[in-house]
């Protein structure tokens, strides 16, 4: 199964599209527990979704479960570099570059805090790819954005 998150109007060919609202095929709200079984997705695409999801290690989590060992997630989100992340009224999570190091298994940020029941993150990926670009918004502020590849690992 391949998933396209946060989908609205945007149709992927090969993707199940998935929103909290329709046009979908899936009407899931991605805050609550998935509703796919563990290892059960080959690969997620998730474009201007994350950021509209309060709990990163919920959100994170939640991806990691789903996806099957090897399974991998394109996710691009605005960043807190320049005003993409914080203009959007219905954006409630705010994310960098950064944020991604505490989800690869084996970074110091992430291991440092492994078992501790207050971190509670439970997602081990490697970082295939991270690229970050920008662009100009009609009012000439800076608009970034990091689009990640991760691949789960189990």
């Known amino acids: 199964m391949r998933l396209n998150l946060g989908s609205c109007d945007r149709v992927i060919s090969g993707f199940v599209a ?15 527990p998935w509703p796919w079984p563990d290892s059960s997705v080959e690969e ?5 979704v994350f950021e ?3 709990d990163k290690r919920q959100t994170m989590n939640e991806l990691w479960r789903v996806l099957r060992s090897g399974g991998r997630a394109t996710i691009e989100v605005p960043t807190i570099r320049g005003v993409g992340a914080v203009c ?10 950064g944020d991604f190091e505490y989800y690869e298994k084996g970074n110091y940020a992430r291991e440092r805090f492994r078992g501790s029941s207050y971190y509670g993150v439970k997602a081990d990926f490697r970082i295939v790819s991270l690229d970050q670009s920008s662009y100009k918004n009609k009012f000439g502020e800076d608009v970034w954005k990091v689009k990640v590849v991760l691949e789960a690992l189990k």
């Not at 909290?20 to 609550?32: F, G, K, N, R, Y």
């Not at 997620?44 to 201007?48: E, N, R, Y």
């Not at 959007?88 to 570059?97: G, L």
């Open 44 to 48: 997620v695409l998730a474009f201007d």
């Open 88 to 97: 959007d009224p219905t954006h409630v999570s705010f994310w960098s570059a």
């Open 18 to 32: 998935v929103d909290i609202c329709e046009p979908a095929d899936v009407i899931a709200d991605l805050s609550q």
């Open 52 to 54: 509209h999801l309060q």
